[in-house]
């Protein structure tokens, strides 16, 4: 058992720097409460279904950006919907990012909008890699035979 107890702790320091550093907030312990025994695998689906959305969303963005003529209300509707899954899994930064290509979207720059694409998916590609070694980490406790730590 002294390996669960290493991993738990790995586990726990590794989301209270995800916690830190702003990748991840309160919504994402949200998620975690939902978690239970007759649903063990909650959160890596919706980290899952987060995933495969996120980069549909982020290639319909840059298809829609390279246009010759930029419909700003579908960008918009696409950055809406980005934003609106990264709130709902609590990946903060990419949701900050996503508010800052909505100015410019507002504001019709398109070249504002392409940088802050650039951004978006540097922000997206980092919580992404950190989120796959944090289920990776679950998945070790859970193999070990441990639980997953309480966050609360």
């Known amino acids: 058992m002294e390996i669960v107890g ?3 702790k790995q586990f726990m320091e ?10 991840l907030d309160d919504q994402f312990l949200q998620l ?7 649903n ?3 959160v890596f689906e919706v980290v ?5 959305d996120s980069e549909k969303l982020i290639n319909n963005l840059a298809t829609a950006l ?3 003529v930029v419909d ?3 960008v918009d509707s ?3 919907q980005f934003k609106g899954s990264s709130s709902s899994i609590g990946a903060q930064r990419v949701k900050n990012a996503c508010m800052a290509i909505k100015n410019f979207c507002e504001g019709k720059n398109i070249e504002g909008c392409v940088q802050c694409l650039q951004h978006v998916k540097h922000e997206y590609f980092l919580v992404k890699n950190k989120l796959e070694t944090l289920l990776r980490l679950e998945q070790q406790i859970l193999a070990a035979g441990g639980s997953i730590p309480d966050l609360s």
């Open 6 to 8: 290493k991993l738990q």
């Open 14 to 23: 590794f989301i209270s720097t995800l916690y830190r550093e702003g990748f």
């Open 32 to 38: 975690q409460k939902l978690q239970d025994e007759s």
């Open 40 to 42: 063990p695998d909650f």
């Open 48 to 52: 899952s279904l987060f995933f495969e």
């Open 66 to 68: 390279q246009q010759q």
């Open 72 to 74: 700003f209300k579908q």
């Open 78 to 80: 696409h950055v809406h």
